[in-house]
């Protein structure tokens, strides 16, 4: 959106003065607002014994006197009475019931315990509270998953994987999902050695004498073949030394790998692959320059030496097989944990609490410390009422709150600002200030 409007500061400064015993004591306060790109300001009269919405800061969308809470940086009320006091109500938005959502998988709010059970579905499992909620039941899942950040023992490994680090998918077994971190190291860089496998990511689901396997070209693609000369399908250099040297070779995708050259006879006979490397492709153009060649020994040179790569050139690393898994490699845990009936009179930040025996005589009872999202929000709103006094002011900069008589946590805002006439007819003057920027 282009807009004609630029977004600019809004400047805000308070002046008190006080003097005693012909003694003046002045204080000045300054503060800047930057990005604003709205400032509403009405004055309103309120007729006497009178309440009266001033404005609300809980809209999704502005419109005439509601501005969404996101984007309110400042906000003034001033009573314009010489004479009498003006009540400000604050409002909060519904605050929640006490009766947890249905279907609501308390797993996210999980503190401890829980493991170590029996697997299973256990329905409509009671609970007990740490605080006043009670009544609220929940259908749990104790499932089974390999231990995180476990090595996982290697019964065969492929000689044709690349050095390197990959994150793989684990191969069979009952479960699903399992994943883990391979790491393959060059001590000897013609056949790089799959040193070890960690679990990344558990999975659900797999049990005791399950096996895997990593798919072949999981780790490496496009390796040089080994004891395999290329087929010289390019240029064939004459040369005037007879010898054998070991040269770095590369291609736009391949690195790594190195040959064997040998020249017979004046001319370069044989170039076969020592170090197997990784990324090469079928059709890539190998070349070794003429001036590689002079600088290696093979003295005077007539060209570079190059060969298109053919299928028989390259392959992906081999299948790896992993040893089955032992009870050792297993552990099982909750899984799921649903609410299945509600209950009722929950808060924030209490702990509800399963029994072990409850759920396969896991090692530990498991808990759980409920959130806002574990509940509805049907309950009553809270307010709280102040006087400001005669050509007084109140000002704020945030419609979040918190306090035991305003529900007690930030995720509720004020909802509706209203001011009442306690006691005649009075004028009302109020300022927001507002920015897109939030």
Known sequence: MASILTPSAFQIKIKEEHVVKGIKTTNETFFT???????????????????????????????????????????????????????????????????????????SSYTS????????????????????????????????????????????????????????????????????????????????????VMVLDPGRGYVVDDSFTIAGGDLGTGQLVTGQAFTNNGLTPNVT???????????TTGQGGTVNVVSVGGVVSTVTPVNIGTGYLETQLITISKDQLTNVGFGNVSSDYTCTLVANDVENSGQAALAILTSSNITT?????????????????????????EIGNTTNDAIFTLTLNDFTENGSRSYWTMDVLPTSSLMFSSPQVTGSTFNGFFDQDIEFVSVYAETERMDVEYVVVNSDNA
Do not use: H, W
């Open 241 to 251: 030394n007879d010898i054998t040297r070991e040269i770095a070779v590369y291609t």
């Open 113 to 196: 315990g829980g493991s170590g059970g029996v697997i299973g579905l256990y329905p409509a499992v009671p609970t007990t509270s740490s605080v006043s909620g009670s009544g609220m039941t929940l259908d749990v899942v104790v499932s089974s998953s390999l231990i995180m950040s476990q090595s996982l023992t290697i019964n065969s490994a492929p000689t044709d994987c690349a050095t390197g680090t990959y994150n793989v998918n684990l191969v069979g077994g009952s479960g699903t999902g399992a994943t883990a971190q391979a790491v393959v190291t060059g001590a000897d860089p013609s056949q790089p050695t799959l040193a070890t």
């Open 33 to 107: 607002l930057g990005n604003i790109t709205n400032v509403d300001r009405r004055i309103v009269t309120i007729p006497a014994s009178t309440s009266i919405d001033l404005f609300n800061v809980n809209g999704l969308n502005p419109s005439a006197g509601t501005f969404p809470s996101s984007s309110m940086k400042y906000a003034r009320i001033t009573n314009l009475d010489t004479t009498s006091s003006l009540a400000v109500s604050f409002t909060s938005s519904k605050a929640p019931d006490g009766i947890g959502i249905i279907g609501t998988d308390l797993t």
């Open 333 to 357: 845990d909750i899984f799921q944990a649903k609410i299945a009936a509600g209950g009722t009179g929950y808060q924030v930040g209490e702990t509800v609490t399963v029994n072990k025996a």
